[in-house]
């Protein structure tokens, strides 16, 4: 298939800034939703092309393809796009703040510790009756007796 060279520029220009591309798998639209150009065709095309030659790792799910650039790959974009090597994809680059973490177990409010918290016991199998964990009888049905019959 023939891709225009300034589709195929800005194709491997956004993949290698950005590290991943997603592709839908359907050659109807008129253009890729994050990239100005080319058709979804030509994208799809493309991807297909660089996996062939080992430069794109491609997963399959829910009709898009999720495109990972691999370390050939980012070599060959570098050759392609005449960049220089301190340029790294996005998904390369070390980030120097750590994300926001999970709660510590006494910031948490009660409710969320997992100890019934505010419940009195309820729903946690807290012992006396219901179907939680230990307690109760059961129902009705093929089990042991409950022996008090």
């Given at each position: 298939?023939?891709?225009?060279?300034?589709?195929?520029?800005?194709?491997?220009?956004?993949?290698?800034?950005?590290?991943?591309?997603?592709?839908?798998?359907?050659?109807k639209?008129?253009?890729?939703?994050?990239?100005?150009?080319?058709?979804?065709?030509e994208?799809?095309?493309?991807?297909?092309?660089?996996?062939?030659?080992?430069?794109?790792?491609?997963?399959f799910?829910?009709?898009?393809?999720?495109?990972?650039?691999?370390?050939?790959g980012?070599?060959?974009?570098?050759?392609?796009?005449?960049?220089?090597?301190?340029?790294?994809?996005?998904?390369?680059?070390?980030?120097?703040?750590?994300?926001?973490?999970?709660?510590?177990?006494?910031?948490?409010?009660?409710?969320?510790?997992?100890?019934?918290?505010?419940?009195?016991?309820?729903?946690?199998?807290?012992?006396?009756?219901?179907?939680?964990?230990?307690?109760?009888?059961?129902?009705?049905?093929?089990?042991?007796?409950?022996?008090?019959?």
């Open positions: 298939m023939f891709i225009p060279k300034e589709n195929r520029i800005a194709v491997y220009s956004y993949l290698f800034q950005e590290g991943v591309l997603v592709v839908k798998k359907d050659p639209p008129a253009t890729h939703p994050h990239i100005e150009g080319p058709t979804n065709l994208v799809l095309m493309l991807m297909k092309s660089l996996q062939s030659r080992g430069f794109v790792r491609i997963t799910s829910w009709q898009y393809n999720y495109c990972y650039l691999t370390d050939e980012i070599e060959y974009l570098r050759s392609y796009l005449a960049l220089p090597a301190e340029i790294v994809p996005a998904t390369h680059k070390k980030v120097s703040v750590r994300p926001e973490g999970r709660d510590r177990e006494e910031d948490r409010p009660a409710y969320d510790r997992g100890d019934g918290g505010g419940r009195g016991g309820f729903g946690r199998g807290g012992g006396r009756g219901g179907f939680g964990r230990g307690g109760g009888r059961g129902g009705f049905g093929r089990g042991r007796g409950g022996g008090d019959m």
